[in-house]
């Protein structure tokens, strides 16, 4: 007779109670004693699985080590790791330790936003924490802000599990030298060809965004919202330094170009097992952002590139009358009254465009930018960014908290009915769909300070999904693909408009499976 080792003769079943209590890491040992347990292994790891924490202990180590113990207490194989941590701990250390414990294979992006959302490794308490500022001297009063070095230690660490999905890190390129061409076309080509290699297809299932402040991201967004299937889910930071490792991709970076931009792209494996389901990406948008006045046409339009600044003037609408900066500025305090305290003002370009990639035939799109006023006198109005041409049509909007608490409850209810559906289709089918983690961009001016009360933006994710995974931060500017059904859509050609890069919302990225 042959003779049989002791833990073979458990069964089955018990083996898979076992190996379901283990941390990842003796999971994955578990995995590798023989076929059996394998086939065991697969079994309990059979659907997606999204895992986070956060820390908030002054040691950059220790703090690394408690989300690590934390995401990989339970079985997980890591396809992704997105790390964001507080402007107290330096980023290449951070990233290094992160990718020590994953190895070169995992595609690891490490960022530091303007905070971070999630659940506390120790107390499992959720946590909204944007970094605390401090003024500089009175006698300085042209000195930045300058961050407390008590506080702003944190990392927050998400790590995902995705079956039947492939995933890897594409960089955007800019060249060193000036003029510092951002290489948006070979970044939305690299993608192409990732998501093609993979699965077939040019467009990948999702793209989850980071880049700095000088990336250009209006302009990127632009380009891949025209190049892009309308299924293709986008959502990041356009506000954020970065560290990303390269994971299985063969993009070279060379000494002359450096990265404005990193994509943590999500493919469809056409070669997944048997068995596996589908994971499915879905956007939702809380604007708080709320329009005012009429709308203006841009009448002339001077750029200044180096210092990303536009300087316009404008006529109303079907008015021949050029209105210089002040006036226009007037005009909006005037309607707008005394509803609002200290609002921030952008305005809202609508932009006709004409757009390709490389050599592909000239195509047509119309986006909706927004862009910061900064201030104006008696013959300009100066906003934010460039981009902005003679003939655009924009209007104003405000910062206001009262339409982001009804559009944060909006989105409640919309993701109420989600999961209310999901249900309906398990009952119906036999086959459990759920909605297995969750992430959200907010902006850097909403939070507490913004709504007088805490954790307003996570709620209608926990509300809904008790007990799911949900991670986030606060940005810079957030990116989030999709229609614009949250801004104020007048007309017909209005409703054709797409935005890709928000002001004062919080974007949710809804993570589900159907077997």
Not at 20 to 46: D, I, M
Not at 131 to 155: C, G, H, K
Request: glycine share 8%; net charge negative; charged share 20%.
């Amino acid at each position: 007779m042959t003779s049989r080792n002791g833990i073979d003769l458990i069964g089955e079943d018990l083996l898979q109670n076992i190996v379901a209590r283990l941390p990842a890491t003796s999971f994955a040992y578990a995995a590798c004693v023989n076929r059996s347990w394998n086939v065991v292994c697969e079994r309990v790891l059979s659907r997606p699985k999204l895992s986070s924490a956060c820390s908030f202990n002054p040691s950059l180590q220790i703090a690394v080590e408690e989300v690590l113990d934390k995401v990989l207490s339970e079985p997980i194989r890591p396809h992704f790791a997105i790390a964001s941590i507080g402007p107290s701990f330096n980023l290449q250390e951070a990233h290094q330790l992160v990718t020590t414990k994953f190895g070169s294979q995992v595609p690891v992006i490490t960022n530091d936003p303007s905070g971070i959302i999630g659940r506390d490794a120790l107390s499992d308490e959720f946590k909204e924490i944007q970094w605390e500022i401090t003024e500089e001297d009175d006698d300085m009063p042209d000195s930045p802000p300058a961050v407390s070095e008590t506080a702003n230690r944190a990392v927050m660490l998400t790590v995902g599990f995705l079956p039947g999905l492939k995933v890897t890190t594409i960089p955007l390129l800019k060249q060193v030298e000036e003029p510092q061409i951002v290489m948006v076309d070979k970044f939305v080509t690299d993608i192409r060809e990732f998501s093609t290699s993979v699965s077939g297809s040019k467009s990948p299932a999702a793209i989850i965004m980071f880049s700095d402040f000088q990336a250009g991201m209006k302009a990127v967004m632009e380009k891949m919202d025209y190049a892009m299937s309308p299924e293709t889910v986008v959502v990041g930071d356009s506000g954020c330094q970065f560290q990303h490792t390269d994971g299985t991709n063969n993009i070279t970076v060379t000494e002359e170009h450096v990265p404005a931009a990193v994509a943590l792209v999500f493919s469809v494996d056409r070669n997944k097992r048997p068995g596996v389901g589908k994971t499915q990406f879905h956007a939702i948008l809380s604007s708080g952002l709320s329009p005012v006045g009429p709308t203006y046409k841009a009448a002339s339009v001077r750029e200044k590139h180096g210092e990303s600044l536009t300087w316009l003037t404008a006529r109303r609408d079907g008015s021949r009358e050029n209105i210089d900066g002040e006036t226009v500025l007037n005009q909006v305090y005037d309607e707008l009254g005394d509803r609002i305290q200290f609002p921030t003002f952008y305005i809202g370009v609508t932009k006709k465009r004409k757009c390709s990639v490389g050599q592909e035939k000239v195509g047509h799109i119309t986006s909706l930018a927004f862009h910061e006023v900064l201030g104006d006198n008696q013959e300009y109005l100066f906003v934010g960014d460039v981009g902005i041409k003679t003939g655009d049509t924009f209007r104003f909007y405000h910062s206001d908290s009262a339409t982001a608490l009804s559009s944060a409850a909006t989105v409640s209810n919309h993701l109420r009915s989600f999961n209310q559906s999901l249900n309906q289709a398990s009952t119906s089918s036999g086959d459990k769909q759920e909605v297995f983690g969750g992430l959200i961009f907010t902006c850097c001016g909403r939070g507490e300070s913004f709504f007088g009360q805490p954790n307003i933006d996570s709620s209608p994710f926990l509300n809904n999904f008790p007990g799911v995974t949900l991670g986030g931060t606060f940005c810079g500017r957030e990116i989030g693909r999709g229609d614009i059904t949250s801004y104020v859509q007048e007309s017909q050609e209005q409703k054709s408009m797409r935005c890709c890069l928000h002001v004062y919302s919080a974007v949710y990225l809804i993570m589900s499976y159907k077997p």
